[in-house]
C-alpha cells in the first residue's frame, strides 16, 4: 500500500471516528465549546488588562480599558460556569448570521431576477437561512444539538466516501 493509499484509509477512518464522537456525545462537545468560549473571553480580558496597565505607565487614559478587562473576565467566568448561557448565546450568535446571509440570498436573487437569470433556487436559499435563523434564536439549545450531529454524519459519510476512493476505486 502506497503513502498516499495509507494516509487516505487513515483519513477516512479519523473522519468517521470523529464523526461518531460528535455524533454521540453532543453534550460533550457542547460543554467543550462551552469551556473555549468562556476561556476566549477570559483571554481577551487579560489582553486588555495588560493594556491597560501599559498604558497607564505611559501615563495615558487607561481607565475605560481596564474596566472592559474587568467585564471581560467576569464574563468569561460566569460562561464557564453557566454552559446554558454560553450555549444560547453562540446559538443567537449564528442565528443572527443565518438572518443576515438569508437577506443577503433575498438581495441576491431580486438581483438575479432583474437580470432576467433564474433567481428561485437563491430565494429557496434564502428562506431556509431564515428558517435556521428562527430555528438557532428560539431553540438555541436545540439548534445547537441539531448542528453537531449534522456535522457528525457529514464527517461519518465523507470518512466512509474517502475509505471507499482510497480502498475500493483505487483513486490514488
Given at each position: ?5 495509507k494516509?487516505?484509509t ?8 470523529l464523526?461518531v ?13 462551552t469551556?473555549?468560549?468562556g476561556?476566549?473571553?477570559i483571554?481577551?480580558?487579560?489582553y486588555?488588562?495588560?493594556?491597560a ?5 505611559k501615563?495615558?487614559?487607561?481607565v ?8 471581560f ?8 460556569i453557566?454552559p ?13 448570521f ?17 437580470e ?5 433556487p437563491?430565494?429557496?436559499t434564502?428562506i431556509?437561512h ?13 439548534g445547537?444539538?441539531?448542528l ?5 454524519l457529514?464527517?461519518?459519510i ?6 471507499m ?8
Amino acid at each position: 500500500m502506497n503513502t498516499l493509499k495509507k494516509m487516505g484509509t487513515f483519513s477516512g477512518i479519523i473522519l468517521i471516528a470523529l464523526g461518531v464522537l460528535l455524533y454521540a456525545c453532543k453534550v460533550l462537545i457542547i460543554d467543550f465549546f462551552t469551556v473555549v468560549a468562556g476561556i476566549t473571553v477570559i483571554a481577551a480580558g487579560v489582553y486588555r488588562a495588560v493594556e491597560a496597565m501599559m498604558l497607564r505607565k505611559k501615563e495615558m487614559p487607561y481607565v475605560w480599558i481596564a474596566v472592559s478587562a474587568v467585564i471581560f473576565i467576569i464574563a468569561g467566568i460566569y460562561l464557564i460556569i453557566n454552559p446554558m448561557a454560553t450555549i444560547r448565546l453562540i446559538g443567537v450568535f449564528i442565528g443572527v448570521f443565518a438572518f443576515m446571509s438569508g437577506f443577503d440570498r433575498f438581495k441576491m436573487a431580486l438581483m438575479r431576477k432583474k437580470e432576467g437569470l433564474n433567481y428561485s433556487p437563491t430565494f429557496v436559499t434564502g428562506i431556509i437561512h431564515m428558517i435556521f435563523g428562527v430555528v438557532m434564536c428560539m431553540a438555541p439549545g436545540y439548534g445547537m444539538n441539531v448542528l453537531i450531529m449534522i456535522a457528525g454524519l457529514y464527517m461519518i459519510i465523507s470518512g466512509i466516501m474517502v475509505l471507499m476512493s482510497t480502498i475500493w476505486f483505487g483513486d490514488f
